[in-house]
């Protein structure tokens, strides 16, 4: 079965700090990779989402950067983080051309 | 521009009866349709999905049903339990720029199964 994984869990980091999220998938192959965040009582916006390695489409104009460096590890990143930057980043996966998609447990990101 | 809407914030139901999650979209556009349930501080759980030449989808104790004149979806839980508090998230599928599928998310109904 597939299973999906990201960390860290929280992360408190201050202002002008780099940032570095990971997500790793299992037992798919060449899945469909996608970064969401959650902010404080607000749906789910996408980030940036990718079909294949060094596949990126950015969803939003924003201070975050993604990468896809092997088929099944999706990094989010950002060189300077903003307060603005807070929230519930959640990673998820879907098969290609699937409506399905299946999220990790996500990364609750304080900035101070 | 809200294209998927879920205009009740919260919903409070007591254990054992039906619980009701409505969801209004305005793209006709919208090929699938999908419910997802989230604790706090986990990742949404895909839950139930509905094709847009379908009417209705049943599994277990979840039923999806989806007005297509209306543009309007609803998810019945019955009978609602303790443990089915959390946030109901609507979302719709459709294609991007890329021919690649999306989801189109509205902001959630909190349910509150009161025991």
Sequence with gaps: SQTIHQWPATLVQPVGSPLSL???VEGTSNPNLYWYRQAAGRGLQLLFYSVGIGQISSEVPQNLSASRPQDRQFILSSKKLLLSDSGFYLCAWSADRAVEQYFGPGTRLTVT | DQQVKQNSPSLSVQEGRISILNCDYTNSMFDYFLWYKKYPAEGPTFLISISSIKDKNEDGRFT?????????????IVPSQPGDSAVYFCAASTYNAGNNRKLIWGLGTSLAVNP
């Design chain 1, 22 to 24: 990971e997500c790793t």
């Design chain 2, 64 to 76: 999806v049903f989806l007005n297509k004149s209306a543009k309007h979806l609803s998810l019945h």
